[in-house]
């Protein structure tokens, strides 16, 4: 009976001893089991590099996009709303409205493409109406530096031949005339050239209606730029702006850039006969440019 005992007493001991051995080994396999800790290497310069893979810190090496935008706007002109005006997202009428245009607003022109100018809206691509009634590209710089673009372009067909009823550049709603080739011009067709190349300054194309537009010069303020309007043989007995038959660019120092009769485009004297014919003058600079 003392045997059973002691050798139960054994056994019960041994089971206990095993119990123990195994949960040390559960214990051991536990840990093994635990992930390495993440080792970072700090390289310095703000650059890491985690596990052998380069961070998104890294990949950018730290430095801000540089990228450039996949447009710059004009650096001649402008688009200034004449109305008030919607900004879409898209060339069309059925394109999202993004915001509105205030009348004599103006945005950054990226490019005009058919009848809708291209702009930058809150640092982003839209578009607004080119409708010459809604909208008008407006030159960018000083007054001064715009009147020698006009004078340039001016300048730059002397010679051309006279021809009265000649082509003009754009007609009366201000659209380009496709059958104009400036090969000829008559005086008001050659003021409306200057303007309208040198500075997309919109005038009408007959000296009668060209001299409503703009803001009248006395004749002792004319200055370098200003248009001219004079009467002709053909009109000088007429009344109101009907007297009104000719038509030329101011120099200044008594110049006078005009065209008429043989030779064409030229310069001349502001001489007692054309100033015997004097009407009125224009700035036509300040009136685009309000």
Known sequence: MKKITTLTIILLCLTLILFACSNIDKANNNDLAQPEQEQTLDYGAGLEIENGIESEQEQSNGL???????????????????VTLNIRDNPSTQGNILGVMTQSQTLPLIETLDSWHKVLYNDSMAYVSANASYSRLKPLGS?????????????????????????????????????????????????????????????????????????????????????????????????????????????????????YGTGGVRITEFSSFWRGRFITAKCMFKYILS
């Open 64 to 82: 801000p996009d540089t990228k450039e935008p996949s447009f710059s706007p004009s650096s001649e002109y402008e688009v200034q709303s004449l």
């Open 143 to 259: 007054q001064s530096d715009i009147v020698e673009k006009v004078i340039e372009t001016g300048l730059s067909v002397l010679g051309t031949p006279y021809e009265y009823g000649s082509t003009r550049i754009i007609d009366y709603n201000f659209k380009p005339i496709v059958a104009f080739t400036g090969n000829t011009f008559d005086c008001s067709a050659f003021v409306q050239y200057a303007f309208y190349k040198g500075a997309n300054i919109n005038l009408y194309g007959d000296s009668r209606t060209m001299s409503k537009q703009g803001v009248t010069v006395k004749y002792e303020d004319i200055k370098r730029g200003d248009v001219i309007f004079m009467t002709s043989t053909a009109r000088q007995y007429n009344t109101g702006i009907e007297r009104i038959g000719h038509v030329g660019i101011y120099l200044g120092d008594n110049k006078l850039l005009h065209t």
